[in-house]
């Protein structure tokens, strides 16, 4: 809990200096109040992602000096890291970075972890069994697809106040409880520096929105969640590889599936933003039942009310993940639980039937 508590105090100080001096940062403000996915009124710093990184990298400082066996390993991490993070900062800043090259430097950040921590996805699990992937041609653009595509699905839920940074923190949670039952002291430390410094930027985010994540912190979150995990499973054979899969499967199967609807539904580049993901459905055809205005005020309190609804459901996945971390055939089950139930809720929605239970009015 050290690390934890030296991130989260260091990333809320740092967070709130960044939102006190937001007029220095007057090229990374979101000021957008009309493109497709943006649901504030009033400009606010999109560098989120700067406070986090830097609080990362000071906690890392000193759990190196307290705990030295993990500093070559966590030291690899953090120079990988900060390729993603940096596409993603700069594009924060300028505006100019396209997701092509993002997508790209995030690569390029899991293939150097891929050789200098020996991240790579090396087996399968299956019932009863493991399907091991020993060949480097199969392996390593595996490895880097499954850690880049991770990074940018966290960037894709990064929708509203809180939604990506609670999400990131129960999966963290997560990572750093089986880490401790496996004894993986790398893992274990590295998660809850992570999910101390999110949880320090989210107190300023939820509910009122002082400051967005912005790209840097998303690709930052997304590329360590996706290593965390990925090093978990190989380090500890006993941790089943569709832990990890369940663990990950909502923001990864909202990037699948938009993929799919965008390409394939709408006859649409995959790369096109859209405002028809499961959250932005949620905040325009459900929540707004609660508050049907679109005053500054009530457009606030929408934007806070449409997380809730995302951390529960994806919790549909953590939880039992968390519960069922060796049991393959128990992970494998939830996985397509998960994936009838969000098609089947998207469906829902989209035709304008949501269920009337996750219909409710807000009284003033």
């Given at each position: 809990?050290?690390?934890?508590?030296?991130?989260?105090?260091?990333?809320?100080?740092?967070?709130?200096?960044?939102?006190?001096?937001?007029?220095?940062?007057?090229?990374?403000?979101?000021?957008?109040?009309?493109?497709?996915?943006?649901?504030?009124?009033?400009?606010?710093?999109?560098?989120?992602?700067?406070?986090?990184?830097?609080?990362?990298?000071?906690?890392?400082?000193?759990?190196?000096?307290?705990?030295?066996?993990?500093?070559?390993?966590?030291?690899?991490?953090?120079?990988?890291?900060?390729?993603?993070?940096?596409?993603?900062?700069?594009?924060?800043?300028?505006?100019?970075?396209?997701?092509?090259?993002?997508?790209?430097?995030t690569m390029a950040a899991a293939l150097l972890a891929y050789f200098l921590i020996d991240a790579r996805l090396d087996r399968i699990d299956i019932p009863f069994g493991s399907w091991p992937l020993q060949h480097a041609w199969l392996v390593l653009p595996l490895t880097v697809l499954a850690?880049?595509?991770?990074?940018?699905?966290?960037?894709?839920?990064?929708?509203?106040?809180?939604?990506?940074?609670?999400?990131?923190?129960?999966?963290?949670?997560?990572?750093?409880?089986?880490?401790?039952?496996?004894?993986?002291?790398?893992?274990?430390?590295?998660?809850?520096?992570?999910?101390?410094?999110?949880?320090?930027?989210?107190?300023?985010?939820?509910?009122?929105?002082?400051?967005?994540?912005?790209?840097?912190?998303?690709?930052?979150?997304?590329?360590?969640?996706?290593?965390?995990?990925?090093?978990?499973?190989?380090?500890?054979?006993?941790?089943?590889?569709?832990?990890?899969?369940?663990?990950?499967?909502?923001?990864?199967?909202?990037?699948?599936?938009?993929?799919?609807?965008?390409?394939?539904?709408?006859?649409?580049?995959?790369?096109?933003?859209?405002?028809?993901?499961?959250?932005?459905?949620?905040?325009?055809?459900?929540?707004?039942?609660?508050?049907?205005?679109?005053?500054?005020?009530?457009?606030?309190?929408?934007?806070?009310?449409?997380?809730?609804?995302?951390?529960?459901?994806?919790?549909?996945?953590?939880?039992?993940?968390?519960?069922?971390?060796?049991?393959?055939?128990?992970?494998?089950?939830?996985?397509?639980?998960?994936?009838?139930?969000?098609?089947?809720?998207?469906?829902?929605?989209?035709?304008?039937?949501?269920?009337?239970?996750?219909?409710?009015?807000?009284k003033d």
């Amino acid at each position: 809990m050290f690390s934890f508590l030296v991130s989260f105090i260091s990333s809320a100080l740092l967070t709130l200096l960044v939102i006190r001096h937001a007029g220095l940062h007057g090229p990374a403000l979101d000021a957008d109040f009309g493109a497709v996915q943006k649901v504030h009124a009033h400009s606010v710093a999109r560098i989120g992602g700067l406070p986090i990184f830097l609080a990362v990298v000071l906690s890392a400082a000193i759990s190196i000096w307290r705990a030295p066996p993990i500093a070559m390993a966590l030291l690899s991490l953090l120079l990988c890291s900060s390729i993603a993070f940096m596409g993603g900062i700069l594009e924060d800043y300028t505006g100019q970075v396209s997701a092509t090259r993002r997508l790209l430097l995030t690569m390029a950040a899991a293939l150097l972890a891929y050789f200098l921590i020996d991240a790579r996805l090396d087996r399968i699990d299956i019932p009863f069994g493991s399907w091991p992937l020993q060949h480097a041609w199969l392996v390593l653009p595996l490895t880097v697809l499954a850690v880049a595509g991770i990074a940018n699905a966290v960037n894709i839920i990064d929708g509203f106040n809180g939604l990506a940074s609670v999400v990131t923190i129960c999966m963290l949670i997560s990572l750093a409880y089986v880490a401790l039952q496996v004894g993986d002291v790398f893992v274990l430390v590295s998660a809850l520096m992570v999910a101390g410094a999110t949880a320090g930027f989210l107190i300023w985010n939820y509910p009122v929105g002082l400051i967005f994540l912005g790209d840097g912190g998303a690709y930052f979150l997304g590329f360590m969640l996706g290593e965390l995990a990925l090093l978990l499973v190989v380090r500890n054979p006993q941790v089943s590889t569709w832990y990890a899969a369940l663990l990950l499967i909502y923001p990864a199967f909202e990037t699948i599936f938009s993929a799919y609807r965008r390409m394939f539904v709408r006859g649409k580049s995959p790369a096109m933003p859209d405002g028809i993901h499961l959250h932005s459905l949620i905040f325009r055809r459900i929540v707004q039942w609660a508050i049907g205005r679109r005053e500054a005020r009530a457009l606030m309190r929408r934007n806070a009310l449409t997380s809730p609804y995302l951390w529960m459901f994806s919790l549909m996945a953590v939880i039992p993940a968390t519960v069922f971390w060796r049991n393959t055939g128990v992970l494998i089950f939830f996985c397509l639980l998960f994936i009838v139930s969000y098609v089947w809720l998207y469906a829902r929605i989209v035709r304008f039937k949501s269920p009337r239970w996750l219909i409710w009015r807000k009284k003033d």
